[in-house]
């Protein structure tokens, strides 16, 4: 009964005054309004949990997609890369197989070619062999002055008459070498009898002793660069008393067998 009266003498008062009656009413909606305030702030805490959700199940999508196509890229290319590996030893096997078949051709090539020049230096010996046998008989006058409608011949009868040997019957007789200034060409003689060419060889330096001109056995090529290659050799061995005669395509000692230098 009390609070009864109480709200009516309340609401009396409130009628009576109305700023207080402004004053109970914005309190009461305040009260009212609070727990509308947090439904709604907890519903936005709801919506913005859900959403968060929602990027972090996309992006984890998008990662995962992004993981599978680098994976699948990475697969192609090791799956290219040992492909490839293949192709490349498959090559390198080709290649090694052929690199052996090449040094073997090498060896055979060779062996073909030392045979070839063994061949070659049988062939030069005995075409030179051939060659000294076609010039046994022949000498060379070296350094007698050319002149005008010369008569070799006469010259060389001359010139072997002077070493001793007088009537001495020969073959032919011509100037041989390319013309050089400054220096005379070369009589070439070739005389009828080897023991006459003997004689002239073993005689002519000390007969023509003091002339312009001298007599030497006409070589082949390959004797005349043995010869030349033991010139020095020769004239210190000369000097210290042993005398050495080229003959054969070698130089020889008094013994006529071969010498061996050092």
């Known amino acids: 009964m009390a609070t009864r009266s109480s709200k009516k003498k309340a609401a009396k ?11 109970l009413l914005t309190s009461a909606s305040t009260r009212s309004s609070q727990p509308r305030l947090s439904r709604n702030i907890l519903r936005d805490e709801c919506e913005d ?22 994976t699948d890229e990475l697969r192609e290319l090791e799956n290219g890369i040992r492909e490839e590996l293949h192709v490349q030893a498959r090559e390198i096997a080709k290649l090694k197989s052929e690199n052996k078949e090449l040094k073997k051709q090498c060896l055979d090539l060779d062996e073909r070619i030392d045979e070839l020049e063994v061949q070659n230096k049988n ?34 009868s001359t010139v072997f008459s002077k070493i001793g040997l007088e009537n001495c019957k020969l073959e032919r007789a011509h100037r041989d070498g390319k013309v050089v200034h400054g220096r005379e060409r070369h009589i070439l003689v070739k005389v009828s009898f080897f023991q006459d060419k003997l004689f002239l060889v073993r005689n002519a330096r ?6 312009p001109y001298f007599i030497v056995d006409d070589l082949t090529p390959m004797d005349l660069q043995e010869k030349k290659k033991w010139t020095a050799k020769v004239t210190e061995l000369y000097r210290g008393g042993t005398r050495l005669r080229f003959r054969g395509g070698l130089w020889r000692g008094s013994d006529g067998r071969p010498y061996k230098f050092e």
């Open 49 to 70: 949990t859900d959403i968060e959700e929602q990027v972090g199940k996309r992006m984890d999508g998008a990662i995962d997609k992004v993981i599978r196509r680098m």
């Open 206 to 211: 000390e007969k023509l002793a003091g002339e």
């Open 13 to 23: 008062a409130a009628a009576d005054s109305p700023q207080l009656t402004q004053t």
């Open 123 to 156: 062939h030069a010996t005995l075409l030179n062999k051939q060659e000294r046998q076609s010039r046994r008989n022949n000498l060379r006058l070296v350094g007698y002055a050319s002149e005008e409608h010369e008569d070799c011949l006469q010259i060389a």
